[in-house]
């Protein structure tokens, strides 16, 4: 089952207090980014961020989960509500997570 729009409009204003948050549809869900900087899924209408040490220490529930099948386990957050908490979660996981690659140029 494929997210609804609406909610990941939701999540990406939830969050948009760490900075530019844009979401991008990849496979029939989405990712989330930061700055350019991928660190969260929504699949299936469910908020998925990836683990780092600093997003753990503000856990307010440590629930870990694959986002989809074969998927490595992240934080799976049910409190989306909290537009304060997720923004301050996804600015300390942001700054453990390494630069994206630039994107080679095609000749």
């Known amino acids: 089952m494929a997210s609804n729009p609406d909610f990941v409009q939701y999540i990406v204003e939830q969050c948009s207090g760490a900075g530019n948050i844009e979401a991008r549809k990849m496979f029939g869900d989405y990712c989330v ?3 350019g900087k991928p660190f969260g899924l929504v699949c299936d209408n469910g908020f998925y961020v990836k683990p780092t040490e600093a997003g753990r220490k503000l856990l307010r529930i440590e629930d ?4 989809y099948d074969g998927a490595k386990p992240h934080f799976y957050i049910e409190d989306v509500d909290d537009r304060d908490y997720l923004s301050a979660l996804v600015k300390a ?7 994206p690659k630039p ?4 000749h």
């Open 103 to 106: 994107k080679k140029t095609k």
């Open 64 to 67: 870990m989960r694959p986002p």
């Open 33 to 35: 980014y930061c700055g």
């Open 93 to 99: 996981t942001c700054t453990e997570l390494p630069e």
